[in-house]
């Protein structure tokens, strides 16, 4: 079946470095992925559409300039935190629509990010 | 916009047993999914079962399933013979099938406890 793949798991940094969360579709070709925020105990929040090709398209009150998006190819999207913050700190989970419309999103297995 | 609504933050359930968990959504459009994803504490999203809105017959999965009313928008999962791995995080979700490639809409979640 469809899967997603994300790296890193997990990733310590230190306040004002940047770091990027690589999103993969190991076997099907996404030209949609959709980036989700959670916070502990918390639902996950859409933060952006990353589109192949294009830009990608940001949910209100979400930082471009922090959170940069590139959908480099039709199995990788990245995400960028820039000059990360301790409020930056939290679970990123990237997802893709599979080839064959089922409805369903394929989710990566999420990176958590600590700022120190 | 479209909503979903959790209405119980918690649920526990003792193995064996039988749990219902609740879900309502708010849409102006007649074509849509709807999903229950889990959310095991390893955080990474799996699905549960998918409903599509124009089929009438409630989806099942095996121990899962749903109680879908349009008319009421109204989606609630129940889970047969609970057992210890059923304990997870669940997220009710809503998918617009009217214009391409777009997000999931999550409620917030149900963190569902199963009592040996």
């Known amino acids: 079946g469809a899967v997603v793949s994300q790296h890193p798991s997990w990733v310590i940094c230190k306040s004002g470095t940047s770091v990027k969360i690589e999103c993969r579709s190991l076997?099907?070709?996404?030209?949609?992925m959709f980036w989700y925020r959670q916070f502990p105990k918390q639902s996950l929040m859409l933060m952006a559409t990353?589109?192949?090709?294009?830009?990608?398209?940001?949910e209100q009150g979400v930082e471009k300039d922090k959170f940069l998006i590139n959908h480099a190819s039709l199995t990788l999207s990245t995400l960028t935190v820039t000059s990360a913050h301790p409020e930056d700190s939290s679970f990123y989970i990237c997802?893709?629509?599979?080839?064959?419309?089922?409805?369903?999103?394929?989710f990566g297995e999420g990176s958590r990010l600590t700022v120190l | 916009a479209q909503t979903v609504t959790q209405s119980q933050p918690e649920m526990s359930v003792q193995e064996a047993e039988t749990v219902t968990l609740s879900c309502t959504y708010d849409?102006?459009?007649?074509?849509?999914?709807l999903f229950w994803y889990k959310q095991p504490p390893s955080r990474q999203m799996i699905l549960v079962i998918r409903?599509?809105?124009?089929?009438?017959q409630n989806a099942t999965e095996n121990r899962f399933s749903v109680n879908f009313q349009k008319a009421a928008k109204s989606f609630s999962l129940k889970i047969s013979d609970s057992q210890l791995g059923d304990a997870a995080m669940y997220f009710c979700?809503?998918?617009?099938?009217?214009?391409?490639?777009?997000?999931?809409?999550f409620g917030k979640g149900t963190r569902l406890s199963v009592i040996a």
């Open positions: 076997d099907f070709q996404a030209t949609t």
């Open positions: 849409t102006s459009e007649s074509d849509y999914y």
């Open positions: 997802s893709a629509p599979p080839s064959r419309y089922t409805g369903e999103l394929f």
């Open positions: 409903q599509e809105a124009y089929k009438q």
């Open positions: 990353s589109n192949e090709g294009s830009k990608a398209t940001y």
């Open positions: 979700a809503y998918r617009s099938l009217h214009s391409g490639n777009t997000p999931l809409v």
